[in-house]
């Protein structure tokens, strides 16, 4: 596992609690698992992602992501229709850990509510997060 | 007691290291108002000279071949099983070892499975198997539980010539989940109604069972048809997995889920278990599959080697979201089903069905030549339902008496089947034999 | 210094049984074909299943050599926590194989099996003796199936009420089976937090416990290896509000004598006889799971059951209440055979040595190697004892490095990752019929791994080597599975 420092955790992007990061693309948002929560999960082995066309709320599951020993789910970190998925990951479920924040993109949502993207993370506050929790595990 | 290895001098030096001065003391966390106070009230140890007579006497009491001709199948069939199945499936590494969770030493288990997993497609001619359910029964159970999270419809129509054993259990693992469960009738011809599924809709899927409860091969092609008109999965059941070395398979009728006893291929009938529950479907709907499932791979020199694998569907990782509640199956019984079917070859698997069918067909022919009724004019495979006169229970009483079990009257589970039997034939069953019953019959 | 127990055989590579065979072989002697041919209709007949033809040599060579790359309790040390690999007496088996066991028809008339129906009436008794309870079925087939039979008795009691609740209280130290099993009875799981000593404690429950709670499903012993001291308080708790208590028996192995289930406020019960009661699991199955219960719960038990009338015996389904069937017929019989004969060589007294011993052997463990790995609750044990890597982790070592070079060093790993409160757990039952020579030898063999693990953690990293394969890669296996060939 890496260690906080060897985390990559961009300037332009926002994240959510459950790791997810969200990045405003013209008037769609991108999104995808943060280097953390690839990170933790290891070797991507399967991706399930949602019908384009579904509106899903802020903080509802929009997608299962699993490991060999782990699955999680994955949470809009702001509401939307889902105007694309990326359909690559069926196939090749191991681009979200070798290139999460680019290849390894899930979803596009068009947003319901732009602000909703101000209630998330931004770098320097997951990272602080993430420094709380590895903290605490530790203890 | 020879089990356990520990000497007083052992005991003693260990509770020194423990730091207590008892064996009692090591309970220290167990309340006082927990503690059992009396010692228990079971019988006195036997020796092991003294437990064969014990088990042996036992044993003795039980009816079975050759002294007994018992002609009656009904989900447990009499087949011969070849003592190297046996032998090998003694062996103590298969015997005494857990589920592979450890694949670089449970290699022999995880081949035996995949093995195991792909003869079951071949015989039923499906995309993959699972490692086992508990029995034909609670296969059904967790086939038609799959196809209400496929469809997420709440509606099952199950054939009422279904094993009546295996309805019962549908229904006690359906029942808390409000599931509707309708049976389908069956027709004059031994078959089921499948035009009693028109008009009715949102099904999640149609089962039946082929051969069926009276020994009647289903129409699967009417199946797969009826299902794909309503977006429902068709889930063939079966008891008597040996029909399959004989009968088009299932898949080739392009079944969705395709569950059922697998105890014919050389598991011993053991008082209706431990047998096995046979599991297979197709690929695209892996993921919302019950049970443990063994994949072929390699390992970090490259070599050829098995493990356990999706195994995020399971209870261990996805807890009350699995796909089923299953951990321990019946792998053992699964593994000699392998050995069993690697024994027959499939000119062997063949032969022995087209034997099992021939020999049925004499019982049948010598019945009617007899004067009794076969009730169902489909054709059957290793079972049929003989009309009888109506005092036909003193006779059956009668070759009880001889030792002969001449069928398992149906009254009991249908009603209206008053005087009818269903017989059940096999290899083991010589011509002699049947001879003797249909006289015996006749008197 | 000993040597280290694991050491390199003589192995055969075996290729798959397709792989092999020769046309027109065959290992099955033909039953002699003494009837005519039966006209069969072409259109049924499909084509002949694609079976590898084998000679009963090719077949009896492949098994033996698959059967060689296995690890059982007869090999070694099986310590795998929770599990209870306790030896699996030989004369049982031959008792399951006793023909006239072994060829019994289930449907015969009661009179063909008195001695069938006898052995399971017996084995009813002493498992209810055994646990304090008032009435046992065998029916299910392993655990998990008892799991979900035991809590659709809670469901069916509570229907009978005229009450639907839909929570499940469940401990965070709990099987995954547990929740699997209430989930299928359509109850929500809530999770209950142990506390620092690794037990529920009554608070916890109080706080999630109310009316729309069914019951609570407590593994006592639980998974870390500790009794569940506030049992009887969590009982009242639960019962206070109508709930039930569902206790899972996995870990019976440790206070069989000990302590009596049906007078601590358990209401319903499962025992796991291919753990506790000594039979083999088979790789994976056949187990069994009966499930006892309190007077209450009685009535909805499955049919049929068997019943005694002036020492004959028949099965009866004449239970208006019973919740029906679980398994196409009584449960796996043959595995209850082996329960049976345990019970009957042990006797009571030695079924609570058992449990001592058990007890003891895991103590003799967790105290001979909490200064070698992190014992993160160090209190005394029952059957088993929870270590983790966190004092290796700083060497790059893991949970798994350690299991895998347990194996080179001849031992089977213990349960690892489980229970998941302790992070990269390490979960050793070693059960009762290990030797302390043989537990020296485990002791000694961990204090090695742990030096190598400082000193040369490349033998960990790199470990299994004298396996039959090294490490597999189980991503591939997943990403493009291959079921089937």
């Given amino acids: 596992?890496?260690?906080?420092?060897?985390?990559?955790?961009?300037?332009?992007?926002?994240?959510?609690?459950?790791?997810?990061?969200?990045?405003?693309?013209?008037?769609?948002?991108?999104?995808?698992?943060?280097?953390?929560?690839?990170?933790?999960?290891?070797?991507?082995?399967?991706?399930?992602?949602?019908?384009?066309?579904?509106?899903?709320?802020?903080?509802?599951?929009f997608g299962v992501v699993e490991s060999v020993k782990a699955v999680v789910d994955c949470y809009m970190p702001v509401g939307g229709e889902i105007i694309a998925v990326n359909t690559a990951l069926v196939d090749s479920p191991g681009l979200v850990n070798e290139s999460p924040y680019d290849e390894g993109w899930m979803i596009d949502i068009k947003p319901t509510d732009l602000t909703e993207m101000d209630t998330l993370y931004t770098r320097g506050s997951i990272r602080e997060a993430i420094l709380k929790k590895v903290t605490k595990e530790g203890q | 007691m020879r089990y356990l290895p520990h000497t007083d001098d052992d005991i003693s030096a260990m509770l020194k290291v423990v730091g207590v001065g008892s064996l009692e003391e090591l309970f220290s966390t167990v309340p006082e108002d927990c503690r059992k106070k009396e010692p228990f009230n079971l019988p006195d140890p036997l020796t092991e000279w003294e437990l064969n007579r014990h088990m042996a006497s036992l044993a003795d009491t039980m009816a079975t071949m050759p002294e007994y001709k018992v002609f009656v199948g009904a989900g447990s069939y009499e087949h011969f099983v070849p003592s190297s199945v046996l032998s090998l499936l003694g062996r103590s590494e298969f015997v005494t070892s857990y589920t592979p969770y450890q694949p670089e030493v449970s290699q022999g288990t995880l081949q035996g499975i995949f093995e195991y997993q792909t003869l079951i497609c071949r015989l039923l001619g499906m995309e993959v198997a699972n490692a086992s359910m508990y029995d034909g029964a609670s296969a059904l159970a967790e086939a038609l539980l799959m196809a209400t999270r496929i469809t997420k419809k709440k509606k099952v129509a199950i054939s009422r010539l279904i094993h009546p054993h295996y309805r019962e259990v549908v229904k006690t693992y359906l029942w808390p989940t409000g599931y509707e469960v309708v049976e389908l009738p069956y027709l004059e011809s031994g078959r089921t109604d499948l035009s009693a599924l028109d008009g009715m809709?949102?099904?999640?899927?149609?089962?039946?069972?082929?051969?069926?409860?009276?020994?009647?091969?289903?129409?699967?092609?009417?199946?797969?048809?009826?299902?794909?008109?309503?977006?429902?999965?068709?889930?063939?059941?079966?008891?008597?997995?040996?029909?399959?070395?004989?009968?088009?398979?299932?898949?080739?009728?392009?079944?969705?889920?395709?569950?059922?006893?697998g105890q014919s291929l050389g598991i011993p009938q053991s008082f209706g278990g431990p047998s096995l529950g046979i599991f297979a479907s197709r690929m695209k709907y892996v993921r919302s599959m019950p049970g443990r499932l063994v994949g072929k791979t390699v390992d970090m020199a490259g070599k050829q080697g098995f493990v356990l694998t999706l195994a995020t569907r399971e209870q261990h990782i996805r807890r009350e979201r699995a796909t089923s509640n299953i951990c321990t199956n019946q792998g053992l019984c699964a593994l000699g089903a392998a050995i069993y079917m690697a024994s027959l070859g499939k000119h062997g698997l063949r032969e022995l069905a087209k034997l099992n069918y021939d020999k049925t067909g004499y019982l049948k022919g010598r019945l009617e030549e007899a004067g009794f009724k076969v009730k169902f004019d489909s054709p059957t495979f290793n079972e049929f339902v003989v009309e009888f006169p109506s005092n036909f229970e003193r006779t059956y009483k009668r070759l009880l008496d001889q030792k002969i079990v001449a069928g398992l009257p149906l009254a009991s589970y249908y009603p209206e089947l008053n005087n009818c039997y269903l017989m059940g034939v096999t290899e083991t069953k010589t011509k002699e034999d049947m001879g003797i019953l249909v006289k015996g019959i006749e008197s | 210094m000993k040597e280290i127990l694991g050491t390199t055989g003589l192995v055969m590579n075996e290729p798959l049984l397709w792989e092999k065979g020769g046309n027109g072989r065959c290992?099955?002697?033909?039953?002699?074909?003494?009837?005519?041919?039966?006209?069969?209709?072409?259109?049924?007949?499909?084509?002949?299943p694609d079976f590898p033809e084998l000679s009963e040599v090719d077949v009896v060579r492949h098994y033996t050599r698959l059967s060689q790359w296995n690890y059982g309790v007869d090999t070694g040390m099986y310590p795998l926590g929770s599990c209870t690999m306790k030896y699996n007496p030989k004369v049982n088996e031959k008792y399951a194989s006793l023909p006239g066991f072994t060829g019994a028809h289930p449907l015969l008339p009661p009179s063909m099996v008195q001695g069938a129906l006898k052995l399971m009436y017996d084995l009813e008794r002493f498992l209810s003796e055994i646990t304090g309870m008032d009435t046992t079925t065998l029916q299910p087939a392993a655990g998990a199936q008892g799991e979900l039979m035991g809590t659709m008795l809670i469901y069916a009691f509570l229907r009978s009420k005229g009450e639907h609740r839909s929570k499940f209280l469940i401990p965070d130290t709990?099987?995954?089976?547990?929740?699997?099993?209430?989930?299928?009875?359509?109850?929500?799981?809530?999770?209950?937090?142990?506390?620092?000593?690794?037990?529920?404690?009554?608070?916890?429950?109080?706080?999630?416990?109310?009316?729309?709670?069914?019951?609570?499903?407590?593994?006592?012993?639980?998974?870390?290896?500790?009794?569940?001291?506030?049992?009887?308080?969590?009982?009242?708790?639960?019962?206070?509000?109508?709930?039930?208590?569902?206790?899972?028996?996995?870990?019976?192995?440790?206070?069989?004598?000990?302590?009596?289930?049906?007078?601590?406020?358990?209401?319903?019960?499962?025992?796991?006889?291919?753990?506790?009661?000594?039979?083999?699991?088979?790789?994976?199955?056949?187990?069994?799971?009966?499930?006892?219960?309190?007077?209450?719960?009685?009535?909805?038990?499955?049919?049929?059951?068997?019943?005694?009338?002036?020492?004959?015996y028949r099965l009866s389904s004449e239970y208006p209440d019973s919740i029906g069937k679980v398994h196409g017929f009584y449960g796996n019989f043959g595995v209850m055979i082996k329960a049976y004969s345990y019970i009957m060589s042990m006797g009571p007294e030695n079924l609570k040595k058992a449990s001592q011993l058990a007890v003891l052997n895991a103590n003799y463990v967790k105290e001979s190697l909490k200064t070698v790995f992190n014992l993160p609750y160090d209190r005394p044990c029952m059957h088993e004892c929870v270590f983790s890597d966190k004092k290796l982790n700083v060497h790059k070592i893991t949970t798994l490095d350690v299991a895998k070079r347990l194996i080179d060093c001849g031992f089977h790993p213990p349960t690892i990752y489980f229970p998941l409160v302790v992070p990269g757990a390490i979960m050793v039952e070693p059960t009762e019929t290990e030797s302390k020579e043989t537990l020296d030898e485990f002791i000694e063999?961990?204090?090695?791994?742990?030096?190598?693990?400082?000193?040369?953690?490349?033998?960990?990293?790199?470990?299994?080597?004298?396996?039959?394969?090294?490490?597999?890669?189980?991503?591939?296996?997943?990403?493009?599975?291959?079921?089937?060939d």
């Fill in chain 2, 201 to 261: 809709a949102e099904l999640a899927a149609i089962a039946i069972q082929s051969p069926n409860f009276f020994g009647c091969v289903e129409d699967l092609a009417a199946l797969r048809e009826k299902a794909s008109e309503r977006e429902a999965m068709s889930i063939a059941s079966f008891t008597e997995a040996l029909a399959y070395g004989l009968l088009r398979n299932p898949g080739s009728y392009e079944a969705d889920i395709v569950c059922g006893e």
């Fill in chain 3, 174 to 312: 709990a099987h995954g089976t547990n929740p699997a099993s209430v989930s299928l009875c359509d109850f929500h799981p809530i999770p209950v937090k142990s506390n620092e000593d690794g037990i529920l404690s009554p608070e916890a429950v109080a706080e999630v416990m109310d009316e729309d709670v069914a019951g609570i499903l407590v593994t006592n012993p639980n998974t870390l290896g500790f009794f569940e001291e506030n049992i009887r308080e969590i009982g009242e708790i639960v019962h206070g509000k109508g709930g039930l208590v569902y206790c899972d028996g996995a870990n019976m192995n440790a206070v069989m004598g000990i302590v009596e289930m049906g007078k601590i406020g358990v209401d319903v019960m499962h025992l796991n006889l291919h753990k506790t009661f000594s039979t083999p699991h088979g790789g994976g199955g056949p187990g069994s799971g009966p499930v006892c219960v309190k007077k209450h719960l009685e009535p909805f038990l499955p049919v049929p059951r068997v019943v005694q009338e002036e020492g004959t």
């Fill in chain 3, 445 to 484: 063999t961990c204090k090695i791994i742990a030096n190598e693990a400082e000193e040369t953690p490349d033998l960990l990293h790199d470990a299994p080597k004298n396996a039959k394969v090294q490490r597999l890669d189980e991503v591939t296996a997943a990403r493009q599975p291959c079921l089937a």
């Fill in chain 1, 1 to 61: 596992m890496k260690s906080i420092d060897e985390l990559n955790l961009p300037e332009n992007y926002r994240y959510a609690e459950d790791h997810e990061w969200a990045k405003l693309e013209g008037d769609k948002v991108r999104v995808g698992l943060d280097d953390y929560a690839q990170d933790q999960l290891q070797a991507i082995v399967y991706v399930e992602l949602p019908q384009v066309g579904d509106s899903i709320k802020k903080g509802e599951p």
């Fill in chain 3, 27 to 48: 290992g099955f002697s033909m039953p002699r074909r003494d009837v005519e041919s039966s006209p069969i209709d072409e259109g049924l007949v499909g084509p002949v």
